[in-house]
């Protein structure tokens, strides 16, 4: 049980890919300090790569929560991306994907820090109807 | 360090942990032989896994157990066509029933941090039952098996 953290930049968007798990205890703390330090150093974008996650607990999505407000109150973004399903249907259940910009490709999650380039988000509804679909 | 106790001849299986987050990492080990034991689906392995490592999570955090050593005991067999556990632990009296539903229409400033944990066990669980007896919390809950296909439930 833990969780890397490996820190990239793009367009001058940093990126977070994250490895393991997010959840109570080191990890959890772990990913609340790693952001509030690149807060605490002017970053005001950024991605979090949800790719290599596989398991968030409500610590883990707590502490998300608080990372997004904490930055938004600086004037910056956080943006989710690359969710698997389980881990969002645990944000369908805590109506956390009306807080969360979610993107299942890098180039949207990117592109939607910049006013007027083409984005495509996360479609819950399309999510919804492809479970019911099998 | 407390040892899994494993119920030869039934079904069930429980384990004791410390109060110690370290101890999670037994914990879903445990949940993973019990499941793999019992070949269940993987939708099912992963709603026991959330309910129960929030519920230990809170006894560990909030349940001030004295001592630390061999405070939370969980057991799980299967019955019926469902995962029944048996959770208890020695801490402060806590009836997750009674926590209030969180507010998830909130705007994310006024929404509680807390609270969702509860939540996501009573979403996942259809099945819980709460007392207090020898002043310990007991926690029954039962868990039908929901095959991969099953989308009426998440």
Request: net charge negative; glycine share 8%.
């Amino acid at each position: 049980m833990s969780l890397a953290i490996e820190q990239r930049e793009r367009e001058g968007i940093v990126i977070l890919d994250l490895k393991g798990r997010i959840t109570a205890g080191e990890e959890a703390t772990l990913l609340r300090e790693k952001l509030r330090e690149l807060a605490a150093g002017g970053m005001q974008k950024c991605i979090v790569n949800l790719q290599g996650v596989d398991y968030i607990d409500s610590t883990g999505l707590g502490t998300l929560v608080v990372c997004f407000t904490s930055l938004r109150k600086q004037g910056g973004k956080l943006k989710l991306l690359n969710l698997n399903r389980r881990n969002i249907e645990l944000l369908v259940l805590t109506k956390l994907t009306t807080v969360f910009e979610i993107f299942n490709d890098e180039q949207d999650a990117v592109n939607s820090f910049f006013p007027g380039r083409e984005i495509k988000r996360f479609d819950i509804l399309s999510f919804v109807k492809e479970q019911a679909s099998g | 360090m407390a040892q899994p106790e494993e119920h030869g001849g039934s079904s069930e299986s429980a384990i004791v942990l410390d109060s110690d987050l370290k101890e999670l990492e037994r914990l879903e080990a445990f949940i993973d032989a019990f499941c793999e034991r019992e070949n269940l689906p993987e939708k099912t392995r992963y709603h026991l896994h959330v309910a129960i490592e929030e519920l230990v999570v809170n006894a560990i955090r909030h349940g001030a157990c004295d001592p630390p050593q061999g405070a939370i005991r969980l057991a799980m067999r299967m019955e019926a066509g469902e995962v029944r556990l048996t959770l208890c632990d020695t801490g402060r009296p806590f009836d997750p029933l009674s926590v209030p539903a969180p507010d998830l229409t909130a705007s994310v400033v006024e929404r509680p941090v807390g609270g969702l944990g509860v939540h996501l066990v009573r979403c996942l669980i259809p099945d819980i039952r709460y007392e207090r007896r020898e002043a310990r919390n007991w926690l029954y809950l039962a868990k039908p098996v929901v095959a991969d296909d099953d989308d009426s439930a998440l």
